[in-house]
T-cell receptor, first 111, second 117 residues
Framework: GDSVTQMEGPVTLSEEAFLTINCTYTATGYPSLFWYVQYPGEGLQLLLKATKADDKGSNKGFEATYRKETTSFHLEKGSVQVSDSAVYFCALSSNDYKLSFGAGTTVTVRA | GAVVSQHPSRVICKSGTSVKIECRSLDFQATTMFWYRQFPKQSLMLMATSNEGSKATYEQGVEKDKFLINHASLTLSTLTVTSAHPEDSSFYIC?????????????FGSGTRLTVV
């Protein structure tokens, strides 16, 4: 079945540091890939998405590229802010429209 | 954009009672909604897929008699935790798929923190 493996956290960074969170997946067919962000006590918000190989999703300075050859969708941001502190989830969706989530990575950015 | 409203945001109930959580799509019709459970510092676990006008599809290991799902209209799905016990305490999140936006039109509610005492 579908599965997502995500870099374990927690990750602690200083402001303006470079952030990368690794995500690899296993799926049948050609899934769509997502990154969601969850702030404390809240639901999930879609951060970015990519629906086919070589697509790059981007939003709020975050980027991730759908790499079919390495089955990866790593999240990156060049200069993080304190407001980026949250839990980040990598996810995929195959033809049945169900979302499969990674375990989540807690990111803390210190001023 | 699409908005999903989930209510209540927090609820405390006594052991043995039932609790109903509502999930509404505010500006679109959702033929399919999903219910997730999230334990502290863990990922979301899909509990069931709720389909308007038909029975919900439960994931393996989820007790359908304990977690009753009703999707009676295109904008409302409810999850009822029956005879709740402390081990049911968790964060429950719903999501709805907007069929007008292909397979990446998922919108999540803000979640319900259930505490059973």
């Amino acid at each position: 079945g579908d599965s997502v493996t995500q870099m374990e956290g927690p990750v602690t960074l200083s402001e303006e540091a470079f952030l990368t969170i690794n995500c690899t997946y296993t799926a049948t067919g050609y899934p769509s890939l997502f990154w969601y962000v969850q702030y404390p006590g809240e639901g999930l918000q879609l951060l970015l998405k990519a629906t086919k190989a070589d697509d790059k999703g981007s939003n709020k300075g975050f980027e991730a590229t759908y790499r079919k050859e390495t089955t990866s969708f790593h999240l990156e941001k060049g200069s993080v802010q304190v407001s980026d502190s949250a839990v980040y989830f990598c996810a995929l969706s195959s033809n049945d429209y169900k979302l499969s989530f990674g375990a989540g990575t807690t990111v803390t950015v210190r001023a | 954009g699409a908005v999903v409203s989930q209510h209540p945001s927090r609820v405390i109930c006594k052991s043995g009672t039932s609790v109903k959580i509502e999930c509404r799509s505010l500006d679109f019709q959702a033929t399919t909604m999903f219910w997730y459970r999230q334990f502290p510092k863990q990922s979301l676990m899909l509990m069931a897929t709720s389909n308007e006008g038909s029975k919900a599809t439960y994931e393996q290991g989820v007790e359908k008699d304990k977690f009753l799902i009703n999707h009676a209209s295109l904008t409302l799905s409810t999850l009822t935790v029956t005879s709740a016990h402390p081990e049911d305490s968790s964060f429950y999140i719903c999501s709805a798929r907007d069929p007008g936006t292909s397979n990446y039109g998922y919108t999540f509610g803000s979640g319900t923190r259930l505490t059973v005492v």
